[in-house]
């Protein structure tokens, strides 16, 4: 996965350094994870909250978030991504309550290298490969008041994840801009998460089971933006 990143690396910059066309991009994203990890662990933790009938409002369903970005000579791209994704389960009644929330912070840097595939009479349909690096945050959250008995714990956990990706991308060009519409598959290497705690360098979060949690950003991950070219 490494060896993959850093090839398009070399390859986006090449062609950056000769580039004679300059567009930038913005999208907003929606994704569906695949992989349980959290999603399980979460189940993990509702399941030890003492009382019955308790509520999940979310449980890592999906994230969303968006994107900016330059695309260099109709081909290459570099891009930034941030998403957010999370869980939240909760019981109340006349005694007080208890609440239990995952929320997941992704920052991306991103490569991606595409090629037009069939062209229509207004748009063109492109395929595209790409790699992603993600700094991922995993904020843990408990608050209870029972009977006037107020307790808040909140844990920050980290983590690395290193992925690749394939999709298709339509564009539909405009006067001054152009729209477009993406689909993609991710998937993601590693992103175990550990405790952000400098002295504590193999603290990582586990399961029941005692198997390392990974951050879970694999998944079919979509978008709609714009593209506005820019004079080199």
Known sequence: MKKLIITLLIFVFNV????????????????????LTLRDFHDELKAQIEFENVKTID???????FTVGMRFNGNASVFFSNRVSGAKSSIADYSGFVRIS?????YTFGLRYEVVRKNFNKGN?????????TSSSLLLKTESNISNEI????INFKSIDYGAGVGI????????VTLRAYM???????????FKVDNLEDAYLLNNRGKKVTSGWTGINSGLGILIPIAP
């Open 125 to 133: 349909l492109f395929l595209g490969v790409k790699t992603l690096v």
């Open 151 to 154: 307790q808040e714990d909140t």
């Open 169 to 176: 991308n339509y564009e539909y060009p405009l006067k001054f």
């Open 59 to 65: 449980n890592f369903y999906y994230n969303y978030g």
């Open 184 to 194: 993609d598959l991710d998937f993601y290497y590693g992103g175990k998460l550990k």
């Open 16 to 35: 950056t350094v000769h580039a004679q066309e300059f567009e930038f991009f913005s999208d907003l994203n929606f994704g569906v994870p695949t992989a």
């Open 102 to 106: 995952n929320e997941l912070n992704g």
